[in-house]
C-alpha cells in the first residue's frame, strides 16, 4: 500500500504571513491524485486543493497552493497571508490512478495561526 | 446537495451496547468509506465499499464492527458490544462514479459522528 507522511505534527505562522506544510508519499505508481484536507475544529473534512500527477503546472486555489515535485515524491502546501480561520488540522492524501478509489491519509499537521 | 448525511453527530453509550452510526452518501456517488479518526491512531480506513458491495474491510479491528450497504443510499456501521476504546469520531465519505466523474474525483465527508463509550 502506498504511505503518506507528513512530518511536522504541529507548524504555527504569523497572522497575514506565509507557511508551508510538507508531505511526502511512497509510491511506485507514475500517475496518481494528490489532494489536501482541512479539518477545522468543527471536524468537517474540507477539500484544500488538489493535483494531477500527470500535471506538471502545481495546482493553485486563491492562498492555497501546491509545490509539487514528483521526482522527489513531494506535495507541500503554501498558504499565503495566513487568516485566523485557517487554523485547523491539514491531512495530505494520495489516491491511484489504476486501483479502485482508495485514498491513503497522512496523520495530519496541526497549524496555529497566530494573531 | 445536501452533502454526506452522518447520524448520529454526537452519540454517548455505555460499554457493552450497541451503537449503530448511519450514513447517506451524496446522490450518484457509488463508492462509500468509513474512517475512525483518534488523537492515537488518527484517520484509518475502516471498510469501503463499491456499488453496495464491500471491496476492502481489513481496516475494521475486529468482529465487533460490522458494516452494511443495503442500497446506493444508505449505510451503517455497528458495533456490538462497545468498548472504551472505541471512543473516536467516525466519518463516512462518498465519491462519484468513476465512469462518471473520472479517477481524478475527490472524496466528500460527512460531519463525522463523535462517539464516547462509557
Known amino acids: 500500500a502506498q504511505t503518506v507522511t507528513q512530518s511536522q505534527p504541529e507548524m504555527s505562522v504569523q497572522e497575514a504571513e506565509t507557511v508551508t506544510l510538507s508531505c511526502t508519499y511512497d509510491t511506485s505508481e507514475s500517475d496518481y491524485y494528490l489532494f489536501w484536507y482541512k479539518q477545522p475544529p468543527s471536524r468537517q473534512m474540507i477539500l484544500v486543493i488538489r493535483?494531477?500527477?500527470?500535471?506538471?503546472q502545481n495546482a493553485t486555489e486563491n492562498r492555497f497552493s501546491v509545490n509539487f515535485q514528483k521526482a522527489a515524491k513531494s506535495f507541500s502546501l503554501k498558504i499565503s497571508d495566513s487568516q485566523l480561520g485557517d487554523a485547523a488540522m491539514y491531512f495530505c492524501a494520495y489516491r491511484s490512478a489504476y486501483t479502485g478509489n482508495q485514498f491513503y491519509f497522512g496523520t495530519g499537521t496541526s497549524l496555529t495561526v497566530i494573531p | 446537495d445536501a452533502g454526506v448525511i452522518q447520524s448520529p453527530r454526537h452519540e454517548v453509550t455505555e460499554m457493552g451496547q450497541e451503537v449503530t452510526l448511519r450514513c447517506k452518501p451524496i446522490?450518484?456517488?457509488?463508492?462509500l468509506f468509513w474512517y475512525r479518526q483518534t488523537m492515537m491512531r488518527g484517520l484509518e480506513l475502516l471498510i469501503y465499499?463499491?456499488?453496495?458491495?464491500?471491496?476492502?474491510d481489513s481496516g475494521m479491528p475486529e468482529d465487533r464492527f460490522s458494516a452494511k450497504m443495503p442500497n446506493a443510499s444508505f449505510s451503517t456501521l455497528k458495533i456490538q458490544p462497545s468498548e472504551p476504546r472505541d471512543s473516536a469520531v467516525y466519518f463516512c465519505a462518498s465519491t462519484p462514479s468513476v465512469i462518471l466523474a473520472g479517477l481524478q474525483e475527490t472524496q466528500y465527508f460527512g460531519p463525522g459522528t463523535r462517539l464516547l463509550v462509557l
Open positions: 446522490s450518484g456517488h457509488n463508492s
Open positions: 465499499f463499491n456499488n453496495n458491495v464491500p471491496i476492502d
Open positions: 493535483q494531477e500527477a500527470y500535471k506538471q
